[in-house]
């Protein structure tokens, strides 16, 4: 699967990668090469960022769905338990 960023995303993410050179480099990278390193980090590490963000998903929908017992669970075959309980309580 291609990760894909919408085009203002990837002006964007362009201009910091520019920032970053100029802030942090001793060379400043231009727009063509920050475009060019954007879709390489894209390709190779974005891979492994979506992969980790989906099992993170996974992992809290599973949380949940194992919660799902607690929270709508409904004791089974009441109807008579119900009776029984009234006569108890008028003895």
Known sequence: MTIELSK?????????IERYFRE???EPIGNIAA???LGFFLEE???VIYN???????????ARISELDIEV???????????ERKARERK
């Open 45 to 47: 590490v974005g891979p």
């Open 73 to 83: 669970h409904e004791d089974e075959f009441q109807y008579w338990r119900k009776y």
């Open 52 to 62: 980790r963000a989906v099992t993170e998903v996974q992992e809290r929908l599973q």
């Open 35 to 37: 475009g060019a390193l």
């Open 24 to 26: 942090n480099m001793e």
């Open 8 to 16: 203002e995303a990837r002006k964007e993410a362009i201009a910091s």
